[in-house]
């Protein structure tokens, strides 16, 4: 993929349109309208970049969810036909947010209104139409109006071949000079993210040629004609090498005349640039993880420090208060009104997040501890008034 190509793509959605006609009834997501798809292919070629997205939506998602309000946490354990919990619903939501900074979510019921069936719908299949609604298709390549399916935005309902409801949800996160479509968070960090993937198949290219040094072959001889000249050095470059451009030979034929040749001579180009990608790697890494806006003890990068619990925890706190708490509040902000208007309930959800380190405080109870553990408790329990820190030291409770 062209990295200019793909910066191309981000040109703001609602700019060209003369070119492709067919566009002209929804709002394109890039110059090409493939966009997404350009966002989904680095997504899947760039291991750290993907492996931060992992540790954000791990982390933001929580253990688990829960309510005290029985109605509520039917929904939340099924929300929809197909079984999803509300809390795997909100990983995937994560997911594509990460991925795209857009979240597209199907709403479905029926005309009493008796129930709801939530569905995160994958982003690159999605563009907004000009009409207030969402366009979905299969393939934007090759898109024609009439065979799209679409449907109208929230609050708008429309009875879909089902015989049901169906409503969507466009959720963005905000960026200046987009109308349409929002960007994700790390998009700064384009650049790098395309970077670490060509240094790692750079590398992979060099362990496909067993680390050979690229090279000229110079090759006594006269062929009989240009197409088996050709064919012999397609082939001598066929077998030295691999994936990418490391260990290519440039192959040359020498015609020996009438005097005695000296066979045939390998020359090595040497290549003293394995510690600059090394170092370019690290720091297209360190890149990444600004642009995300993370904490590198949670992304799960290897670091010359080691496991440092302390480091760890102490990120994990600053994580909770400016990213893993407003996010999760974001998605119920999202959700309470709906949930509400459907449940025919005050809708409270809670998010059990648990630290990668599992370090209590003495001064936590018993009944607060399991409470952070997501396991059952009993405020009014005495034995669970106890504190940590009198477990196992015959400390009766004041």
Same mark, same amino acid.
């Not at 071949?161 to 700064?188: A, R, V």
């Not at 440039?250 to 090595?268: A, R």
């Given at each position: 993929m062209k990295i200019a190509k793909v910066i191309n793509q981000a040109s703001d959605p609602y700019v060209i349109y003369g070119s492709m006609p067919e566009y002209k009834d929804l709002w394109k997501w890039g110059g090409d309208n493939l966009f997404p798809s350009a966002l989904a292919r680095l997504n899947r070629r760039s291991n750290n970049h993907r492996g931060i997205i992992q540790s954000k939506i791990r982390y933001v998602a929580g253990q688990q969810m829960r309510s005290d309000n029985q109605r509520v946490q039917d929904f939340i354990d099924t929300s929809n036909a197909n079984g999803d919990t509300l809390h795997e619903i909100f990983k995937r939501i994560l997911t594509d947010k990460y991925f795209s900074g857009n979240n597209f979510i199907e709403?479905?019921?029926?005309?009493? !209104?008796?129930?709801?069936?939530?569905?995160?719908?994958?982003?690159?299949?999605? !563009?907004?139409? !000009?009409?207030?609604?969402?366009?979905?298709?299969?393939?934007?390549?090759?898109?024609?109006?009439?065979?799209?399916?679409?449907?109208?935005?929230?609050?708008?309902?429309?009875?879909?071949?089902?015989?049901?409801?169906?409503?969507?949800?466009?959720?963005?996160?905000?960026?200046?000079?987009?109308?349409?479509?929002?960007?994700?968070?790390?998009?700064?960090?384009?650049?790098?993210?395309?970077?670490?993937?060509?240094?790692?198949?750079?590398?992979?290219?060099?362990?496909?040629?067993?680390?050979?040094?690229?090279?000229?072959?110079?090759?006594?001889?006269?062929?009989?004609?240009?197409?088996?000249?050709? $064919?012999?050095?397609?082939?001598?470059?066929?077998?030295?090498?691999?994936?990418?451009?490391?260990?290519?030979?440039? *192959?040359?034929? $020498?015609?020996?005349?009438?005097?005695?040749?000296?066979?045939?001579?390998? *020359?090595?180009?040497?290549?003293?640039?394995?510690?600059?990608?090394?170092?370019?790697?690290?720091?297209?890494?360190?890149?990444?993880?600004?642009?995300?806006?993370?904490?590198?003890?949670?992304?799960?990068?290897?670091?010359?420090?080691?496991?440092? *619990?302390? !480091?760890?925890?102490?990120?994990?706190?600053?994580?909770?208060?400016?990213?893993?708490?407003?996010?999760? *509040?974001w998605f119920k902000e999202q959700m309470f009104d709906i949930l509400s208007e459907f449940l025919k309930t005050d809708v409270e959800i809670d998010f059990v997040n648990r630290p990668p380190a599992m370090v209590k405080q003495p001064y936590m109870r018993i009944w607060e501890a399991r409470k952070a553990d997501g396991l059952e408790y009993d405020e009014s329990d005495p034995g669970q008034q106890l504190f940590l820190a009198q477990i196992g030291k015959g400390v009766e409770s004041a």
């Open positions: 709403l479905v019921t029926n005309q009493r !209104r008796s129930f709801l069936n939530i569905y995160p719908r994958d982003f690159t299949l999605c !563009r907004l139409g !000009r009409s207030d609604e969402v366009v979905l298709y299969h393939k934007w390549n090759e898109y024609k109006k009439n065979d799209a399916k679409r449907v109208p935005l929230y609050p708008v309902w429309d009875k879909g071949d089902d015989g049901c409801l169906h409503s969507f949800l466009h959720l963005k996160q905000y960026e200046p000079g987009f109308t349409h479509y929002g960007l994700p968070d790390w998009i700064g960090g384009m650049m790098p993210g395309a970077i670490a993937y060509k240094t790692d198949k750079w590398n992979i290219s060099r362990l496909d040629n067993s680390f050979n040094s690229s090279g000229v072959l110079v090759v006594d001889g006269v062929f009989e004609s240009k197409t088996d000249e050709r $064919k012999f050095i397609n082939s001598v470059k066929e077998f030295f090498t691999g994936e990418g451009n490391a260990g290519k030979v440039f *192959t040359v034929i $020498k015609d020996p005349g009438k005097g005695e040749g000296k066979g045939t001579v390998f *020359t090595p180009v040497n290549q003293q640039t394995e510690g600059d990608w090394k170092e370019l790697h690290t720091l297209t890494t360190d890149d990444l993880i600004i642009a995300h806006g993370w904490y590198r003890a949670l992304s799960g990068i290897t670091d010359s420090t080691g496991f440092d *619990t302390k !480091r760890i925890l102490n990120e994990y706190e600053v994580a909770l208060s400016v990213k893993i708490h407003p996010e999760q *509040t």
